[in-house]
Structures are given as C-alpha cells and as structure tokens.
C-alpha cells in the first residue's frame, strides 16, 4: 500500500461515513479523529444504527461523480487541508453539535490551505444599507491586506461581504449548509456561479444534500474555524451569526462586533456580544485587522480628531490663552493673574494669540475666538 | 471655641483659599486635604505667590454677599458635604488638575448628600437627535429608580439629560465651570433658573468665576466623581465628555458609552471608550442601572428576541422538524432517515407540524414554513 493508497483509502472511508453522519455529528466526529476513518468504518459495518446505510454507501461512484461536476473532497490527510480546522477537535460543543468535519466537498480552483489568515465577515440576512456598507468596506479591508473573506452565500451581509472583497481584487469562499452543487439561496446563483469559477464554495454536506436548519448549525463553526477572525456586522438577537459567533469563542478565535444604533434591531445582537466582552468593538477595516494581526501587525493609530492650532503652543501661550474665558471678555490683569504672569507679558501673548485667531478682544478685555473652543 | 465655631473657621479659610487658587490646582488641594485650610492659609499669608492675594481676600464678605444671592458654599466639614468627593483625594491627577475641591459653592435647595448614587449624563455639545433621545431616555429611567441625574449646562447631551430626568419627576444637578450664579452659556438660562428653584447647580469656582477651559476640564472631575457611573451618550473624538470619562476610570466609578453608527462622528469617541476596554457598552437605562447597581440589583434580563413557536416543540418534533430542508421539498423517508425514526412517525409529526404552520407539502415532499426559519 502506498502513500497514495493511504490517502486514498482514508478519502472513501470518509466519504461512506459521510453518507451515514450528519455534518457535525459531534461523536461520530470524534471516533474519526481519535482513530481514523477507516477504523471506525470498519466498526460501525455491523452497527444496528449505522451498517445498514454504511453496507449500501458507493464512496467510489459518490467521488467519481462529483468529480464529473467539479467538486473534490479534501481531508486532514490532503496537504490542502487548512490546519485550523483542526481546533474543532478541541472545541466544546455546541447545539449538540462540533468536531473536526470528515472533509470539505469544494468547487472551485482555489487550494483551501491559502485560506490561512482569513477574515470570517457574517451578520443578518434582514440586514440594512449601513450594515451592508461596512461589511463591504470590512471585507475590502481585508483582501487589500491579502487576506480572504470567508462566509456563506445568504442575501445581506454575506452577499455585502463578497461584493467587498472582489471589488478589491481580493480572494473570497463561501461556505455553504447544503451540498457545495447546490445553488441556495437562488438569487446567489450568480455570486455562487462566480465563487466557483474564481475562489471556492465549499461544504461538509455531501453533494445534493438539501439545506437544512442544522446544516447551518454545522456549517457556521467551519466559518468560525477557518477563519482567524469573526466580524459579526449586524445581527439581530437570534441571527444564526451568533451562532457562528460562539463558535469563534470557542476556536479562541478573534472576535468583534461592528455597533450601530441601539434603535436598530439588527445590531442588537452584536451589542449583546460587545456588551458581554465576548466580541471587541470595531468600526473599520483597519480595527479589524489590527484585532486579527500578529502582535504589532497593523496596528491602528488611535484615532484623535482633528489636530488644533492650540496643539502647537508653546507653554506660556497656552498658560494665557487657558486664562481667557470662553463666552465673555475678562480683564489682562485677570488673565495675567490666572496665567501668573505680568501683565506686559499677558499683553503681548494675546497679541500674538489674536494674530492667530485664537484670542479676540471683547468688552473691556479678551475672550476666546470660535477657533479655539473645543 | 465650639464646633460651630471651627465649621466656620474652616469654611473661611476655604472661600480665601479660593481666591487664590484655580480649581483642581492640585498641588494646593493636596496641602489642603494633608493639613486642613486653616494652616495652609496660614503658611501662605507670607509666600511670594500667594501671600499678596491671600492677604486682600475678603472671606466673610464674599460668604455675606455669596448668601444674599441664594448661595451657600459647603465644605467637607458640612454633614450635607458628598463623600464620594473625598475619592479624589487619591485619584491620579489629569492635565495637571485634581484634587478634593476646597468646597462646593451651591445654589439651590438639594443636600448635596441626596446626591449619593447618583448618574452622570454627558456628551458632547453637537449631539444628534438620536444621542438627545438616548440621553432623555437614560436619565428618565434612572430617575424612576430613585437615582439623581449629574450633568453639566451645555446644549445637547447635557440639556437632554436634565429634561429626561425632570420629566420622570427625578432630582438633577448641574455642575459649571463658571460661578454658580452665572447663567452660561446663555441658552441655558430657563434650565439653570429651574435647577436652582428644585435642585442645584453647583460649582468650584467662586461666585462670579468666568467659564475657562482649565476651569471645565476641573469641573468634569466633580461631575464624575459625584456620581457612581457616568453614561457618555455620544462624544466626538476631542469632546470634553472622554474628559469627563478619565476622571470616572480615575475615580474607579463604573463607566459606560451608547454606541451609534459608526459612521457618526458624534459616536466616534464613545466607540473608541468601549474598544479600549475603558467603557462598558449600554443600550439602554435599564442597563446603566445594572451596572450601577449592588450586586444583584437592576439586574437586566439578557434580551433574546421574540420566543418562536419551534421553542415549545417536543423534541421528537424539534427532530423532526430539523430535517425538514429550508427551500426545497425533501421526501418524507429522508426526513425520517435524518431525524433517526421511522417513515410512519415522521409522517405523524409532519402532519402535526404542518398544522402548526411550521411545515408544507412541497415538490413530492416536505418543506420548512417561513414561519419555521430563523
């Protein structure tokens, strides 16, 4: 048996046992990584459950198929594997639900190891233009830094994400609940058609598998698990993107949370996150990509307005000008008491002061100019 | 010499110290607190500094004239004097400012000790509508707790926090940075009548004291040290509110931010309070009085969104209906198959589900109802 036989032995066992296991079944899911997919297959032949469905399972014409329609299936042997999806392994469950899936059917060229460093970007399918345009700007962001989106294929932030990232020249994959031939949602099938062609859509439900409620479960911790970083745009206080969002706490992944009026039902999910400390609060795609980065990796200047004429004072000006009052005029003695200064020299400060067009002359003394209230 | 007597004495000491010296000039406020008023005016008499000054000040007059116009002025030694003033005895100092105030120059008829408690409301002077109504919202509802309202005088934040408080029939208070016989800014004049009539408006600065920069930059120290969390409702970037904030992490008084759009200027500074940890995020007054609660107290329930049908299912139901695919029929013996039961039970259950709008007959099968998908 050679290596090849190897790899290709593990493929069809894992194909058959996907034929019987739902995606993110979490035991089954554990036995494959604990002692391999053609153990456990062996084992479960002549389970009362599992055999009768596992004796009829045709792995070889199930890949040959797929293969016909342009789908492969990658497993943790196949040097394509991404690596973190291995964190699954450790992951607690959730929804009854986890584990390291028995490989991802995908269509489309692109190698699944070049998702390592990518920025997951989900939020509501009930979503707003503002959402829309953040997650688009978010996901622009990120393929200019060379890193990948990921997320699924539902109308809303999803559809906003990938707009995004291929707007910027970037790489995008959608991961998807029902088998990656499928096309669901139908208004996707152009995103879909174009994932395909460019990037890859990919799915642990074997080809034809319809698209189901707990297909999504499933499917959102591969979202979260292959990703290094979960943006969560908008959702609402069930959307299935805190779900994903979870399951990004629990990879130990970063996670962060755009806000938006507390008037808007569609952020109230994400502010549940940030309020709880499990999400960091993030308002652009460069906040974003500090959270992701390696430590010193894009680190974001801390935003601090406007620079002020005030800024550049030298210390006695400013001493004279903090002593002026901001609505009515006070007197230079006053002024040069406050400032401790003499008068003389209060004097000629605020001459200068006034050629700035900080200072004004009002009443029978000084005053702040407009320019210099903060 | 009685009690009363060194009330008195004290107080005198703390209105001439207060001619000499700025408010928050911490050095001076530190002797003060070391070694009380009426040494520290002692030993001043003869400095070069302060002595000249300190010599023409004329205490009792300006208590005699201060009280002809409504005003007290109440010092540490006063029982209605606020303790939670005192924790600026150890707060860091910021912008060379800090400090005990000397005294607390009031007008109006609130004890000050009703003050304990309290919420501090700010923001910034160019509030949107939506940081106005926030601000009303807050302030009304921790005045139904029984929890006055702190603010300062500004338009904006500031005005629509002491309207919501009035409006629940709560106690608020304005601190200035001006005397507290001065109506700044002007604008604000029916409001401070009406403070001084029903609560107070309070002040460091000496009666007739011109509103300065330095002079708002000490008095949001009183704000935030007066109240037990202070909420910044929207603030821009520089705004005087992320001043405001610092003295409240200085004083270790709970903090929180209303998030907005991100796309607000006016919300930029509050994200950037929540991002670095230093905030807490609130969306509502219901949360604010959690946070400044005792523990256990407020406690807010964690919003979860309307309870959906499928909530109540039995589980062999929720199975059941978790195998029903989302947008396209499924036949019923993969529906039993998935679900782990058999043909005839899912039958059942879908007939059951069906009449409960959660599922439909669709293709040559069985389909989730909109109602059933999240």
Known sequence: ???????????????????????????????????????????????????????????ERDLEEASRRGLRFVIPEDEEWPAPLDDLATADALNR???VPLGLWVRGPLPLSALAGSIAVVGSRSSTTYGEDLAREIAAAAAEAGRPVVSGAAYGI??????????????????????????????????LAHLADQGAVISETPPGGAPMKMRFLSRNRIIAALASGTVVVEAALRSGALNTASWA???????MGV????????????????RSGAATLVTSGAEVLEQVGAAGEHLVDVPRGPR???????????????????????????????????????????????????????????????????
Do not use: M, N
């Open 308 to 374: 002020r004429v005030r800024d550049g004072l030298p210390p006695d000006q400013l001493q004279v000008l903090e002593a002026v009052p901001v609505g009515v005029g006070a007197a230079i003695g006053s002024i040069a008491a406050i400032a401790k200064t003499t008068t003389a020299r209060a004097e000629q400060i605020l001459d200068s002061l006034e050629r700035q067009g900080l200072v004004r002359r009002a009443d029978a003394g000084w005053r702040l100019a407009v320019s210099a209230r903060s």
């Open 97 to 99: 639900r986890g584990g």
């Open 1 to 59: 048996v050679t290596a090849a036989g190897d790899v290709s032995a593990a493929r069809l066992a894992r194909i058959a046992l996907g034929r019987i296991a739902e995606p993110g079944q979490v035991a089954l899911l554990e036995s494959v990584h604990a002692h391999g997919a053609e153990v456990v297959r062996e084992a479960l032949l002549h389970d009362p459950d599992f055999g009768p469905r596992l004796r009829v399972a045709e792995p």
């Open 249 to 255: 706490e629990r990879c130990h992944r970063a996670l």
């Open 259 to 274: 806000p938006g009026p507390v008037t808007s039902a569609s952020s109230a999910g994400v502010h549940q996150l940030v």
């Open 158 to 191: 999803d559809h906003a994400a990938h707009r995004g990232a291929l707007s910027a020249g970037g790489t995008t994959v959608a991961v998807l609940a029902c088998g990656a031939d499928r096309i669901y949602p139908q208004r996707s099938s152009a995103l």
